[in-house]
């Protein structure tokens, strides 16, 4: 018996595959289309000398780097090379270059815990000039403007809670974790992707209370959007999508899956007849046309293809779709097979991809990197290192040069050696030996050289617009405060420029994208409503990061409630900007509620009370200050005094020892005088003066133990009368 039902089952079937191979190989040759079209433009080979010359590598010293460069088609060429005993030195300052990029770029995006957007609801003028309406509204109950009020009140809360629930799920992603990625690639070639938002599973953890009293934990899987960033190397777009790739028909992502992983896709909404017959081709099939020469491996070449496809192609894919329309779809394909098809997870149908692009590239979606900018002063360097290194191997011993025939080495040998006898051949006809032998020394040309190397590090400095004072080096720049200004806003328009392109390519589509989600399949209603997606913070960061001297000069200022500043929010920016987490150090809602708490509960003060103990204060402080001024003047008078009797201490001194030089400047004229009128000597008279000094002495000492005395040379007068003298 014929099984009509069954037949036509089969050829309902057949009918599907023919489709599906025919939408298959649709999608590989619009993935070939886009394979071919990135490489045709020559950004693949612009890239591969951009990391080349970030890792430190070009065409002289491949051979001696064993470096597997990041691209798709990442395998270690070895190469010998040809210079002989050329100089290979590469002096990498492209790395660094790129390195001090990056990172200052991302500590200025990504601050800490700090959104790069705000959401607003959306402005109504309509509703906006009714807020101050004194009409009653038709309950009669509240004015138009009161109930405009509210209502403007309840969309600003929705809209707050919107931003937390985007920002929760972003940081859940890890975004700052993947932005540094993101801002990493694009400082060096130019290009980076952040893709999001994409499903993912998550646990989520959660305790449960029993009727009996005992605790469970309860772990379930949660479907959220996710974010991460994408190789760059990984991303194919339409060639005609110019500037932008969501301009493109379509866009193509590269990733590897293993066989295991194939198999653990079946059940899950894949196609399982597919997903076998892939695994009985094998990995073979490989697109990338450098991986051709690379070994087998297990892996497979997943792609997964963002356009669009008919209602007929998605349902030969077994995707329930309604009839005769052109949807956006999302289709996973290992070799040439579509193994899953599905409806694009936004209504918009807008590429869960961004751009990021260091510098515009005119008319291509890619951008240009510090690594490319600096391309011109890295070969300078490179090519004045090598010089001065192959002018030191040549210059470091001198060039010998002899007459063969007039000079022979003593031991046969004709080398140079240290201490190495040589003869002078007697037939020669030479005077001396300097004339068959000589030896010449080559310059380094070092000063030269490294002149030229100083000058391309400062091209490296103005191709790149990353002069030293972002590198934590001031340099010969002024030092006076509106030299520094005017170099500050200079040297940091590249950054400005940088953080508004990352609000134009990453923020605002990305965090949009998210919105769209939220309204899509966010299960709080109470946060969905018409809002407006502000990119302001990546600008506002760069800001912030300007004004970090202006914020310093506000905190005192804000200390005073006639500038009405609050000094809460000053802090907290202060904060913020050296990068300390405010949550950690201010009070939390429940420390400051209990402090008001603790304030109501102390009585109220009593104004007569505060008087009397303010006026009671006042006259100690008077009677402190008048003890203070007495005990201050004595001992001003104490001082002086002491002062003035040191002075006429002083003085006196000095005036004793004047009469003193005076006296012995009077004695020596005399002596001068009676040397000359006795015509005897200085030294005669000073040894007759030091005899009757002698004699004087030996007069004493003997009337002191009764002894005769010597007779005087002359009466003292006054002490007896005349011829008595020795009497009385």
Same mark, same amino acid.
């Given at each position: 018996?014929?099984?009509?039902? *069954?037949?036509?089952?089969?050829?309902?079937?057949?009918?599907?595959?023919?489709?599906?191979?025919?939408?298959?190989?649709?999608?590989?040759?619009?993935?070939?289309?886009? &394979?071919?079209?990135?490489? $045709?433009?020559?950004?693949?080979?612009?890239?591969?000398?951009?990391?080349?010359?970030?890792?430190?590598?070009? !065409?002289?010293?491949?051979?001696?780097?064993?470096?597997?460069?990041?691209?798709?088609?990442?395998?270690?060429?070895?190469?010998?090379?040809?210079?002989?005993?050329?100089?290979?030195?590469?002096?990498?300052?492209?790395?660094?270059?790129?390195?001090?990029?990056?990172?200052?770029?991302?500590?200025?995006?990504?601050?800490?815990?700090?959104?790069?957007?705000?959401?607003?609801?959306?402005?109504?003028?309509?509703?906006?000039?009714?807020?101050? @309406?004194?009409?009653?509204?038709? !309950?009669?109950?509240?004015?138009?403007?009161?109930?405009?009020?509210?209502?403007?009140?309840?969309?600003?809360?929705?809209?707050?809670?919107?931003?937390?629930?985007?920002?929760?799920?972003?940081?859940?992603?890890?975004?700052? @974790?993947?932005?540094?990625?993101?801002?990493?690639?694009?400082?060096?070639?130019?290009?980076?992707?952040?893709?999001?938002?994409?499903?993912?599973?998550?646990?989520?953890?959660?305790?449960?209370?029993?009727?009996?009293?005992?605790? @469970?934990?309860?772990?379930?899987?949660?479907?959220?959007?996710?974010?991460?960033?994408?190789?760059?190397?990984?991303?194919?777009?339409?060639?005609?999508?110019?500037?932008?790739?969501?301009?493109?028909?379509?866009?193509?992502?590269? !990733?590897?899956?293993?066989?295991?992983?194939?198999?653990?896709?079946?059940?899950?909404?894949?196609?399982?007849?597919?997903?076998?017959?892939?695994?009985?081709?094998?990995?073979?099939?490989?697109?990338?046309?450098?991986?051709?020469?690379?070994?087998?491996?297990? !892996?497979?070449? &997943?792609?997964?293809?963002?356009?669009?496809?008919?209602?007929?192609?998605?349902?030969?894919?077994?995707?329930?779709?309604?009839?005769?329309?052109?949807?956006?779809?999302?289709?996973?394909?290992?070799?040439?097979?579509?193994?899953?098809?599905?409806?694009?997870?936004?209504?918009?149908?807008?590429?869960?991809?961004?751009?990021?692009?260091?510098?515009?590239?005119?008319?291509?979606?890619?951008?240009?990197?510090?690594?490319?900018?600096?391309?011109?002063?890295?070969?300078?360097?490179?090519?004045?290192?090598?010089?001065?290194?192959?002018?030191?191997?040549?210059?470091?011993?001198?060039? &010998?040069?002899?007459?063969?025939?007039?000079?022979?080495?003593?031991?046969?040998?004709?080398?140079?050696?240290?201490?190495? $006898?040589?003869?002078?051949?007697?037939?020669?006809?030479?005077?001396?030996?300097?004339?068959? &032998?000589?030896?010449?020394?080559?310059?380094?040309?070092?000063?030269?050289?490294?002149?030229?190397?100083?000058?391309?590090?400062?091209?490296?400095?103005?191709?790149?617009?990353?002069?030293?004072?972002?590198?934590?080096?001031?340099?010969?720049?002024?030092?006076?405060?509106?030299?520094?200004?005017?170099?500050?806003? %200079?040297?940091?328009?590249?950054?400005?420029?940088?953080?508004?392109?990352?609000?134009?390519?990453?923020?605002?589509?990305?965090?949009?994208?998210?919105?769209?989600?939220?309204?899509?399949?966010?299960?709080?209603?109470?946060?969905?409503?018409?809002?407006?997606?502000?990119? *302001?913070?990546?600008?506002?960061?760069?800001?912030?990061?300007?004004?970090? *001297?202006?914020?310093?000069?506000?905190?005192?200022?804000?200390?005073?409630?006639?500038?009405?500043?609050?000094?809460?929010?000053?802090?907290?920016?202060?904060?913020?900007?050296?990068?300390?987490?405010?949550?950690?150090? $201010?009070?939390?809602?429940?420390?400051?509620?209990?402090?008001?708490?603790?304030?109501?509960?102390?009585?109220?003060?009593?104004?007569?009370?505060?008087?009397?103990?303010?006026?009671?204060?006042?006259?100690?402080?008077?009677?402190?200050?008048?003890?203070?001024?007495?005990?201050?003047?004595?001992?001003?008078?104490? %001082?002086?005094?002491?002062?003035?009797?040191?002075?006429?201490?002083?003085?006196? *001194?000095?005036?004793?020892?004047?009469?003193?030089?005076?006296?012995?400047?009077?004695?020596?004229?005399?002596?001068?005088?009676?040397?000359?009128?006795?015509?005897?000597?200085?030294?005669?008279?000073?040894?007759?003066?030091?005899?009757?000094?002698?004699?004087?002495?030996?007069?004493?000492?003997?009337?002191? $133990?009764?002894?005769?005395?010597?007779?005087?040379?002359?009466?003292?007068?006054?002490?007896?009368?005349?011829?008595?003298?020795?009497?009385?």
């Amino acid at each position: 018996m014929i099984d009509f039902e *069954q037949d036509q089952q089969d050829m309902e079937e057949i009918s599907r595959l023919g489709k599906l191979s025919t939408f298959s190989t649709t999608i590989a040759a619009k993935r070939k289309e886009a &394979i071919d079209g990135r490489k $045709l433009s020559g950004i693949e080979d612009i890239w591969r000398e951009d990391e080349e010359y970030i890792n430190g590598i070009d !065409d002289l010293n491949r051979g001696e780097a064993m470096l597997k460069p990041s691209t798709s088609a990442g395998r270690v060429t070895i190469k010998q090379s040809d210079s002989g005993t050329r100089s290979t030195v590469f002096v990498n300052i492209t790395g660094p270059y790129c390195d001090m990029a990056s990172a200052r770029v991302s500590d200025m995006l990504l601050p800490t815990n700090d959104k790069p957007f705000s959401i607003k609801p959306t402005p109504i003028p309509e509703i906006e000039a009714d807020k101050e @309406s004194q009409d009653l509204m038709p !309950d009669g109950q509240q004015t138009v403007g009161d109930a405009t009020k509210t209502f403007l009140a309840e969309m600003a809360k929705k809209a707050e809670g919107a931003e937390d629930q985007i920002w929760d799920w972003l940081v859940e992603a890890r975004w700052h @974790s993947e932005m540094r990625k993101v801002i990493e690639q694009a400082a060096g070639i130019g290009t980076s992707c952040l893709k999001g938002p994409f499903p993912v599973k998550r646990k989520r953890r959660k305790s449960n209370k029993g009727e009996d009293g005992t605790i @469970s934990l309860i772990i379930d899987e949660v479907i959220k959007p996710a974010s991460k960033a994408i190789d760059v190397w990984n991303i194919y777009p339409d060639p005609s999508c110019g500037e932008s790739i969501h301009y493109g028909n379509y866009i193509f992502e590269r !990733d590897t899956i293993t066989a295991r992983q194939l198999l653990d896709l079946k059940g899950t909404g894949y196609i399982d007849s597919e997903i076998d017959a892939v695994i009985k081709e094998g990995p073979g099939k490989k697109y990338i046309e450098s991986q051709e020469k690379t070994k087998e491996t297990d !892996d497979y070449e &997943i792609w997964y293809y963002h356009g669009t496809a008919t209602s007929e192609e998605l349902q030969a894919a077994q995707c329930d779709c309604e009839e005769g329309f052109m949807a956006p779809v999302v289709i996973a394909m290992v070799n040439d097979r579509v193994i899953k098809a599905s409806i694009s997870i936004l209504d918009s149908g807008e590429f869960p991809y961004d751009i990021m692009v260091w510098k515009r590239r005119a008319g291509h979606w890619s951008g240009v990197g510090i690594a490319r900018q600096v391309r011109t002063a890295q070969r300078m360097i490179n090519a004045a290192t090598r010089n001065l290194m192959d002018n030191a191997g040549v210059s470091a011993g001198p060039q &010998i040069i002899l007459k063969r025939n007039m000079v022979v080495p003593a031991d046969g040998v004709m080398e140079i050696t240290p201490l190495k $006898l040589w003869l002078v051949d007697e037939d020669a006809d030479i005077q001396q030996a300097a004339h068959a &032998i000589t030896s010449v020394v080559i310059p380094t040309m070092e000063a030269e050289l490294t002149n030229i190397i100083k000058l391309a590090l400062e091209f490296a400095e103005r191709s790149t617009s990353m002069p030293m004072i972002l590198q934590g080096q001031q340099g010969a720049n002024t030092h006076t405060v509106g030299g520094m200004t005017i170099l500050q806003n %200079n040297s940091t328009a590249v950054l400005r420029n940088i953080a508004k392109v990352f609000d134009d390519n990453i923020s605002e589509p990305h965090v949009t994208r998210y919105y769209d989600w939220l309204m899509t399949y966010g299960e709080n209603e109470d946060v969905k409503g018409d809002y407006n997606i502000i990119p *302001q913070g990546s600008s506002a960061f760069y800001e912030r990061d300007a004004e970090n *001297q202006t914020i310093m000069q506000l905190v005192p200022l804000s200390l005073n409630p006639a500038y009405g500043i609050n000094p809460e929010k000053i802090i907290s920016e202060l904060l913020v900007m050296t990068k300390i987490s405010p949550e950690r150090l $201010l009070y939390t809602e429940e420390e400051k509620k209990k402090m008001q708490e603790a304030a109501a509960n102390q009585p109220p003060p009593n104004p007569a009370l505060d008087v009397a103990k303010l006026r009671a204060e006042a006259e100690l402080e008077k009677v402190k200050i008048v003890q203070a001024s007495d005990k201050e003047e004595l001992g001003m008078k104490q %001082n002086e005094m002491q002062s003035e009797f040191a002075l006429k201490l002083q003085m006196q *001194q000095a005036e004793h020892e004047h009469a003193q030089k005076i006296e012995n400047m009077r004695l020596q004229v005399k002596m001068m005088e009676l040397s000359q009128a006795q015509n005897i000597s200085l030294e005669e008279i000073k040894a007759s003066l030091a005899g009757t000094t002698m004699k004087l002495q030996v007069q004493k000492q003997l009337s002191q $133990l009764d002894k005769e005395a010597i007779t005087p040379p002359t009466e003292p007068a006054g002490q007896a009368q005349d011829g008595r003298s020795f009497e009385q």
